[in-house]
């Protein structure tokens, strides 16, 4: 049963048109992440949210926004697409266990969202 | 800052043969280091992780590493590779951040 579920598994979008993608948990987990992976690269994390606390990491362009309306659901917008946008999408979530360090424990993946940009 | 380096970007091993994939860390303190897996157009799958303790960790699909302080290497082996373990493998190392920080990844090709 899949517990982190990633929609669409394909999105494409048109340069500049705003896109949102839709992660889901079913693990009830209180850490979300999200994660670019561009082609033949390492995973880059955008940012996170601990319950309903935004984590931006300090490179992640402000054209990356998200949203967590509640515990089990988050989104990735990306305002603006360009073409070096084009990249996989992955939402992760953890269990926090309130020493501070959420990536501790393990990461529970989604199997992605491959977003091409025209 | 911590980072995590794996040397090899394309490994190909014949099906039944042993495999060793490098990982070397960056990290003044004990690190907590994982190793995933990325099947073709998939999410990642944790194989195993080391926090503390016994530095030999046994994973998940007969994979196992071994942590060597000295050597600041977690190296990834498995005794017998199968065409199926065909993937990107990635080490990880979590920063002071608490964030997880991944290597380039370590194409595995499996030949018959």
């Known amino acids: 049963d899949a517990m982190v579920i990633q929609n669409p598994r394909y999105q494409v979008t048109q340069f500049g048109k705003p896109v949102t993608l839709s992660c889901s948990q079913t693990?009830?987990?209180?850490?979300m992440y999200w994660y670019q992976q561009k082609s033949s690269q390492a995973p880059k994390l955008l940012f996170h949210?601990?319950?309903?606390?935004?984590?931006n990491e300090a490179d992640t362009p402000d054209n990356f926004q998200s949203r967590r309306p509640n515990t089990s659901f988050c989104f990735l917008d990306i305002r603006s697409p360009g073409l070096g946008d084009a990249a996989m999408y992955l939402c992760?979530?953890?269990?926090?266990?309130?020493?501070?360090?959420?990536?501790?424990?393990?990461?529970?993946f989604g199997s992605g969202t491959q977003l091409s940009v025209l | 800052a911590q980072s995590v380096t794996q040397p090899d970007i394309h490994i190909t091993v014949s099906e039944g043969a042993s495999l060793e994939l490098r990982c070397n860390y960056s990290?003044?303190?004990?690190?907590?280091l994982f190793w995933y897996v990325q099947s073709p157009g998939q999410g990642l799958q944790l194989l195993l992780k080391y926090f503390s303790g016994d530095t030999l960790v046994q994973g998940i699909k007969g994979f196992e590493a071994e942590f060597k302080r000295s050597q600041s290497s977690f190296n990834l082996r498995k005794p017998s590779v199968h065409w199926s373990d065909a993937a990107e493998y990635f080490c990880?190392?979590?920063?002071?951040?608490?964030?997880?920080?991944f290597g380039q990844g370590t194409e595995l090709s499996v030949k018959p």
């Open positions: 990290y003044g303190a004990t690190p907590y």
């Open positions: 990880a190392v979590v920063n002071q951040g608490g964030k997880l920080i």
């Open positions: 693990l009830n987990h209180n850490v």
């Open positions: 949210y601990y319950d309903k606390d935004f984590n």
């Open positions: 992760a979530t953890s269990r926090a266990t309130g020493t501070g360090n959420p990536t501790n424990e393990k990461l529970f």
